[in-house]
């Protein structure tokens, strides 16, 4: 897993950002976290960057929910605990299959934090997203369900 050099967009090249579905960090991880998750974006990183493409591929541990919590609660420590022991337990599984994940973060980092709040915080400003208005008897709905 290559966390280090920064990757950018480089102009007049295909650029491509490829992530997969993060998993939570409450178990060891399974052949189905494998299979089902991370093999099928890693086929696809190689075959980019066997083109010459520029790629990008990340991944991290999911480390918000309920699943997290109850696992330290489980093994009586802090759920920063859990999820401090179960990503680098991630992290070493990945690499022993060698996933060639080009950063492998946590949704928990500062820098995840920052990046989200930076996309929030800029979206009004962004092109290309679809922006749909939300009506009031929407979000009463959505709240007493």
């Keep these: 897993m290559g966390d280090s050099a920064e990757k950018l967009p480089i102009a007049g090249r295909r650029n491509i950002l490829i992530t997969s579905a993060l998993p939570y960090v409450?178990?060891?991880p399974h052949l189905g976290n494998i299979i089902g998750c991370v093999l099928s974006a890693d086929v696809f990183a190689r075959y980019c960057r066997n083109r010459g493409y520029n790629i990008i591929y990340i991944c991290g541990t999911d480390?918000?929910?309920t699943a997290t919590e109850t696992k330290?609660?489980?093994?009586?420590?802090?759920?920063?605990?859990?999820c401090d022991k179960y990503h680098a337990i991630h992290k070493d599984v990945y690499k022993?299959?060698?996933i060639s994940f080009d950063?492998?973060?946590r949704t928990s980092s500062?820098?995840?934090?920052?990046i989200c709040q930076a996309i929030l915080t800029n979206y009004g400003k962004m092109t290309g997203f679809l922006r749909t208005p939300c009506s009031n008897s929407t979000v009463k709905r959505v709240k007493s369900s």
Excluded at 110 to 114: A, G, K, M, N, V
């Design 103 to 105: 950063h492998f973060g």
């Design 63 to 65: 480390e918000y929910g």
């Design 96 to 98: 022993w299959f060698d």
């Design 72 to 82: 330290a609660m489980e093994e009586k420590c802090s759920p920063r605990e859990i």
């Design 110 to 114: 500062p820098q995840q934090t920052e």
């Design 26 to 28: 409450n178990n060891v």
